[in-house]
């Protein structure tokens, strides 16, 4: 049976003078909305008392099974408002079809696209005046994600679960726009391997790339790219985002080799370059690949692409060996394919594509 997500209105939501003053200065992540879409699931049940109510905590017990196995997925997306006042999701059903991949290799429940998208769109109603206006890509960034529920301290898939969304209005991730990034290059630490949980978007994967965040900060870097760490020389993707180089008048990004999250910046981007003209080759990408092609001036362009920032040039890899700097840090096949692709997010291009879903 569908879902419906029945409103618990918050008895003491934020005035507009307070979203105001959030939406001059969100940040990322740090403000959330008055509301939350909840949904529990039991085996025996499947998924009961769902709803969109007051924004909180939840109480866990502490052998609740999350906090102990890391049982746990998530997905990101962002709600848009365009010029007209109206409200828009950007491919709400790839979020769903891989939340339930995400779902399936952590054994957590299935949650029907409609449900998942219901739960997104109640809460963005419900919420509207959260959303921001498009002024410095600006939007509501919508977090849904699912853990096990279970109290239970041993190692077994849970037999309950929670399913939530929660909304936080955001500037770029990135401070400053489309400011070019430095990239930490790594090989020492892996992300993901063979038969592992790469292209999942589970909550493990990122603990797992907090250490060589750090270690990147150190060296000035705002994101760490993994070099598969065995055969040293497998480009895959950075911490939270996909990468992209722009050799010889084509794209190159690393083929879904299940180490990797199938990102739905990535294929919107290789769609929108392909609407441009633009091939895009998915193939196994070398360390050679970047190195040697940046060195010999053949990479003339590098971008890195997620739902958080969008498309961000890439200024410069670095690693323990060197750097490697781009003759051009936000060259002008990376903007025009950023400005195509916001423009579609914010009403301002045709969505040829019916990739945008009107919520408000
Ligand atoms: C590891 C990783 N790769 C790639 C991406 C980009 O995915 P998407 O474009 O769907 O946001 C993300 C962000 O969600 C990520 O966490």
Not at 87 to 101: G, H, Q, V, Y
Not at 275 to 288: C, F, K, V, Y
Request: glycine share 10%; with cysteine; hydrophobic share 40%.
């Amino acid at each position: 049976m569908a879902l419906e997500f029945p409103l618990t209105p918050n008895p003491s939501p934020k005035s507009d003078a307070e979203i105001a003053a959030i939406h001059a200065n969100p940040g990322f992540g740090t403000h959330f909305s008055d509301h939350m879409s909840v949904t529990t699931w039991h085996q025996d049940q499947g998924w009961v008392a769902d709803g969109v109510v007051p924004y909180g905590p939840f109480q866990i017990n502490p052998a609740c099974a999350v906090l102990h196995y890391a049982q746990e997925i998530f997905e990101g997306l962002k709600a848009y408002r365009h010029a007209d006042g109206s409200i828009w999701l950007f491919r709400p059903d790839e979020n769903a079809k891989r939340m339930n991949k995400s779902a399936e290799r952590l054994v957590l429940p299935q949650l029907d696209e409609a449900d998942f998208i219901k739960a997104c769109t109640r809460l963005v109603e419900t919420d509207a005046r959260w959303v921001p206006d498009a002024a410095g890509e600006r939007s509501l960034y919508l977090r849904p994600f699912m853990f096990a529920s279970e109290d239970y301290v041993g190692v077994r898939p849970s037999p309950s679960a929670v399913f939530c969304v929660i909304g936080s209005p955001v500037a770029p991730y990135f401070a400053g726009g489309v400011k070019p990034v430095d990239i930490w290059v790594t090989a020492d630490y892996a992300r993901a391997g063979i038969g592992g949980t790469g292209f999942a978007k589970c909550g493990g994967n990122y603990a797992a790339s907090l250490l060589p965040q750090v270690e990147g900060s150190e060296h000035g870097c705002s994101q760490v790219l993994y070099i598969e760490s065995v055969g040293k020389d497998q480009v895959e993707e950075l911490g939270g985002m996909n990468v992209f180089l722009y050799r010889d008048g084509k794209l190159l990004t690393p083929a879904l080799d299940g180490m990797i999250l199938d990102g739905i910046t990535r294929k919107s981007v290789i769609q929108v370059a392909a609407d441009l003209g633009i091939e895009t080759e998915e193939r196994r990408l070398t360390a050679a690949d970047l190195f040697d092609g940046i060195a010999s001036g053949a990479v003339q362009e590098a971008f890195a692409c997620g739902t958080a920032a969008v498309m961000s040039p890439v200024n410069s890899f670095k690693s323990r060996h060197g750097v490697w700097q781009l003759p051009q840090p936000a060259g002008p096949v990376t903007l025009k394919l950023r400005e195509r692709l916001i423009d579609i997010q914010y009403g301002r291009a045709e969505d040829t594509h019916g990739w945008m879903l009107r919520v408000v």
